[in-house]
């Protein structure tokens, strides 16, 4: 069964400090993968999307790194502020397109000051 | 418009109740997707419609729930007699392109959805 796998689940830190997520992928073949931010109520907004060819990629204070070969993905986050508080959802999409897009269920990050 | 735009963004109906929720993609965009997400859920995948091909339903949990989605415009998800296993949030996505493809998701802010 194609999965994708979070950790952690949860996660407190405090304003200013860095944190890293991770995600790990069974899915295959492979496409793409994407980091997705969900604010409580809201629908999820796009961060990064990679594909199997990208190493790393970085929008702001929002730095994605992928390895096809461990099938492992990380989202940094630098200097983390109280607006960063949210759900934080890695997809893996395989090869073909379409509808195959795998969700994981989401790393929940608290920023407190 | 300027957004995938959902109505209502909360529903509250009785057990057995049909209910429609509605879905505006962004103009252009070919691909629309439905998912669910229930409290402290991922999202599941529910039906996907890419522009004039015949919809993936392969998400749809029972005979209760059916989409419809005319050309490249309004998609409608309909649940016929509503369960309490039926609450959840249903997120609406479109793309300009197949989303499996690098083509980005757009979602809406999702239609709150609770059966008493």
């Known amino acids: 069964k194609n999965q994708v796998e979070q950790s952690p689940q949860s996660l407190i830190i405090l304003e200013g400090k860095n944190c890293t997520l991770q995600c790990n992928y069974t899915v295959s073949p492979f496409s793409n993968l994407r980091w997705y931010k969900q604010d409580t109520g809201r629908g999820p907004v796009s961060l990064t999307i990679m594909t199997f060819s990208e190493n790393t990629k970085s929008n702001g204070r929002y730095t994605a790194t992928l390895d096809a070969d461990t099938k492992q993905s990380s989202l940094h986050i630098t200097a983390s502020q109280l607006s960063d508080s949210a759900s934080y959802i890695c997809v893996v999409t395989l090869t073909g397109g379409g509808n195959k897009l795998t969700f994981g269920t989401g790393t929940q990050l608290k920023v407190e000051l | 418009g300027a957004g995938v735009s959902q109505s209502p963004s909360n529903k509250v109906t009785e057990k057995g109740k049909d209910v429609e929720l509605r879905c505006d993609p962004i103009?252009?965009?070919?691909?629309l997707y439905w998912y669910r997400q229930r409290l402290g859920q991922g999202l599941e995948f529910l039906i996907y419609f890419q522009g004039n091909s015949a919809p993936d339903k392969s998400g749809l949990p029972s005979d209760r729930f059916s989409a419809e989605r005319t050309g490249e415009s309004v998609s409608t998800l309909t649940i016929q007699r509503t369960q309490q296993e039926d609450s959840a949030v249903y997120l609406c996505?479109?793309?300009?392109?197949?989303?499996?493809?690098?083509?980005?998701?757009?979602f809406g802010e999702g239609s709150r959805l609770t059966v008493l």
């Open positions: 103009s252009g965009h070919t691909a």
């Open positions: 996505a479109s793309s300009h392109t197949g989303g499996g493809n690098t083509g980005e998701l757009f």
